[in-house]
């Protein structure tokens, strides 16, 4: 089997790792791969282990143009599938494209953003099946009016084995020129509004006279950073809030975090959730979207509502006092990962998806 997959995306953030993890994975199982991305995408490179690489420029939702480069390559490569992995235009004119060639085509779709049900109806006819993420996305596309046979849910998945590893905790916080212990909040995210780093960092205005010690990091870029640097300042909380920027070695960090805030308004499922749960950190998310799907409340962290910012610093509270729950979820987060969350599975998934369109 031969498949063509599109993305769009420039930059190696969650859902473009997502198909490298997919390539990979299918790779293994004995599929001819094929990506089609932006020149000079990060992807590009890693993605060369895994299959042959195309880059062809892809300018957005006005890129109609795009359609066109897709489908003379899809002709050019036969491709017997292929799959879109990404908006941005990749989506619409990936489908248009795949239908000029006579190709089948899926879509994989990332967001729990809702889309009018007459853009439903006619965007969703380009494609033969729409795998999402999450249940919580797929049930966002059903009360749009997509058919039940049309959509599967096929979770994300994280490699868990770059944080599968002991962390030197202290090691790290002298690097920041902290002290050994003290307690280290984070949050990994592309900086940007429905994240909800704003409820973060007015939940610290009743977090941190509980917790004078506390030091939050916040990894990520993105169009938001100076008005987060701004509003730390703003805040007060310079010498308390610090911004990491993209980190390339994130697996080497990340369990040395105390606990994972991720008080996003909405989200499709969060990889940076399940990467904190193979690296035994506990987490409080939103109960929105497909976050309750990677964080179980009670379980490997604790549930909020979107936006409820005293609740967010009730939760913080509760996790930064007490250092033996935290170790309690963060061993109940690396169980739920390598059980539900592996590449195997979500590779497998995607594939027994390919083969029922095809046999269609």
């Known amino acids: 089997m031969k498949v063509l997959h599109v993305e769009s995306g420039r930059h190696l953030y969650g859902g473009a790792r997502q198909v490298l993890y997919i390539m990979e994975g299918l790779a293994r199982l004995g599929v001819d791969n094929l990506l089609a991305c932006p020149p000079g995408a990060h ?27 897709l489908k003379r390559l899809i002709r050019a490569q036969r491709p017997d599938l292929v799959h879109l992995h990404s908006r941005r235009g990749a989506d619409l004119w990936g489908g248009v494209g795949a239908k000029l060639a006579g190709v089948p085509c899926v879509l994989s779709r990332r967001v729990d953003n809702p889309e ?15 795998i999402t993420i999450s249940e919580g996305i797929r049930e966002v596309l059903l009360g749009e009016g997509l058919a ?8 994300s998945a994280v490699d868990a084995r770059p944080y599968l590893v002991d962390y030197d905790k202290a090691a790290y916080r002298r690097k ?22 704003r ?27 100076a008005e987060i640097g701004q509003a730390i300042v703003d805040r007060g909380l310079s010498g308390r809030v610090r911004l990491m920027g ?27 959730l399940l990467q904190a749960s193979a690296a035994r950190v506990p987490i409080i998310a939103s109960r929105a979207g497909g976050m309750p799907e990677a964080v179980r409340d009670g379980e490997n962290g604790l549930l909020i509502a979107p936006g409820d910012v005293a609740a967010l610093a009730a939760a913080m509270q509760r996790l930064l006092g007490d250092a033996a729950l935290r170790a309690r979820m963060g061993e109940a987060g690396r169980a739920l990962v ?23």
């Open 176 to 197: 920041l020129g902290l002290a050994p212990d003290t307690l280290l909040a984070g949050m990994v995210a592309q900086l940007i509004e429905r994240k909800g780093h």
């Open 199 to 225: 409820h973060l960092l007015a939940a610290l205005d009743e977090v941190l006279p509980v917790q004078p010690g506390l030091q939050v990091l916040i990894f990520g870029r993105g169009p938001l950073e």
């Open 116 to 130: 009018p049900r007459w853009l439903v109806a006619a965007k969703y006819r380009l494609y033969d099946h729409v």
């Open 246 to 272: 993209f980190v390339d070695n994130l697996p080497a960090v990340l369990g040395c975090l105390d606990l994972l805030v991720h008080p996003a308004d909405m989200e499709g499922l969060g990889v940076s």
């Open 148 to 155: 039940p046979g049309k959509v599967s849910c096929v979770r």
């Open 338 to 360: 390598l059980k539900e969350f592996s590449t195997e599975v979500m590779c497998e998934g995607n594939l027994a998806i390919y083969r029922k369109v095809l046999g269609q």
């Open 43 to 69: 992807i590009a490179e890693p993605a060369r282990a895994h299959g042959r690489v195309f880059e062809r420029a892809m300018k957005g939702d006005a890129d109609i143009a795009l359609a066109l480069r």
